[in-house]
C-alpha cells in the first residue's frame, strides 16, 4: 500500500509512525522544526487513517509490509524509527522482523505487553455519531461529549473529521479499524531480539508504561533504556514537546 507521508529536511531518514486515531500531522511541529534539521524526516499516515488509503485488513502485518512499501518508495534502505502508542507497537514488529532496515529506534509510551481494552467508549461514540447530520464542528463536538467527557480527548480525535459537500464525514476507516482492534492492543512476541539502540519514553502521569516492564522490555530488546518525562501523560510529545524533542534528539545523534 503506498501511504500519504510528509517529508521535511534532508539527513538520514527518520520515519515517524503515529498512535491510534493519529495522523501524521500530529507530528508536524516536530517533524519540522526540530528533526528535518538533522534528518529526512518522514512522517506516514498509517493505514485507514489521515489520507492514507482504507483496507478491509487491519493488523501489524499490515502495516509493517506498508511501511516496507514506503521504504521502498522513498529508496530508503534503513532508518530510524520513532513510533508513538500503536505506531511504536508497529516499530517494534518491524525492528524484530526487519533489523536490517532499522537504524535507532525511540518508542513512544507503549510496551510489548498486551493492554486492555481502553479504546471502547471511544469507539462506540464516535460509531454512534453520524457527522453528516451536523453543521457545525462545536455541534458534533456536543454530541460527543455525552460519551466521551474529556475535550482534549474529543479534540484529538475531532481532528479526523473532513468537510464533504456541506457536511462532514470521518475521514479514518472506523469499521476496519475497531475489527482489528484485538490484535492491535495485543502482545509484541517473537523468538528473536533487536539488537541496535532502543530508547523508551514514558509518560509520567502514563499508565502505559513503567520501568517494571523493563525485563520484558530487554527480552525482546537487549540495549534498551527507558526515560520518563515526569510532567507528560500518553501524548507525551504535545504534553512536553521541548523536553521529548531534546530527549529524543539526543538519542538519534549519538549514533553520529
Known amino acids: ?20 486515531f493519529g495522523a501524521s500531522g500530529n507530528w508536524t511541529t516536530l517533524a519540522r522544526n526540530v528533526y528535518a534539521e538533522h534528518f529526512r524526516t518522514v512522517a506516514v499516515d498509517l493505514r485507514n487513517h489521515g489520507r492514507s488509503p ?32 500503536m505506531g511504536g507497537k508497529l516499530a517494534m514488529h518491524l525492528a524484530l522482523e526487519h533489523p536490517d532496515r532499522v537504524d535507532r529506534l525511540i518508542v513512544a509510551d507503549i510496551g510489548p505487553q498486551e493492554y486492555p481494552r481502553r479504546h471502547d467508549a471511544l469507539f462506540d461514540a464516535m460509531e454512534s455519531l453520524h457527522p453528516e447530520r451536523y453543521g457545525s464542528r462545536r455541534a458534533i463536538d456536543e454530541v460527543l461529549s455525552r460519551g466521551i467527557p474529556s475535550a482534549p480527548v474529543r479534540q484529538f480525535l475531532m481532528k479526523n473529521l473532513e468537510r464533504e459537500g456541506e457536511a462532514y464525514r470521518w475521514s479514518i476507516n472506523l469499521p476496519a479499524i475497531r475489527h482489528g482492534y484485538p490484535g492491535i492492543i495485543g502482545s509484541v512476541d517473537s523468538w528473536d531480539t533487536f539488537d541496535g539502540n532502543v530508547l523508551f519514553v514514558r509518560g509520567g502521569k502514563s499508565d502505559y508504561l513503567s520501568e517494571g516492564d523493563l525485563p520484558r522490555i530487554r527480552a525482546l ?12 501523560g500518553h501524548w507525551l510529545h504535545a504534553d512536553q514537546p521541548n523536553a521529548f524533542a531534546r530527549i529524543t534528539l539526543d538519542f538519534l545523534l549519538q549514533g553520529r
Do not use: C, W
Not at 534532508?10 to 515517524?16: D, F, M, N, T, V
Not at 530488546?221 to 510532567?231: E, Q, Y
Open 221 to 232: 530488546f537487549p540495549f534498551a533504556d527507558m526515560v520518563s518525562l515526569k510532567n507528560a
Open 1 to 20: 500500500m503506498h501511504l500519504f507521508r510528509q517529508t521535511y529536511g534532508q539527513g538520514p531518514p527518520l520515519l515517524i509512525l503515529h498512535g491510534l
Open 54 to 85: 482504507h483496507d478491509e485488513s487491519f493488523s501489524y502485518a499490515d502495516m509493517t509490509r506498508d511501511i516496507l512499501d514506503t521504504m521502498a518508495d522513498e529508496g530508503i534502505p534503513k532508518a530510524h524509527v520513532l513510533g508513538h502508542s
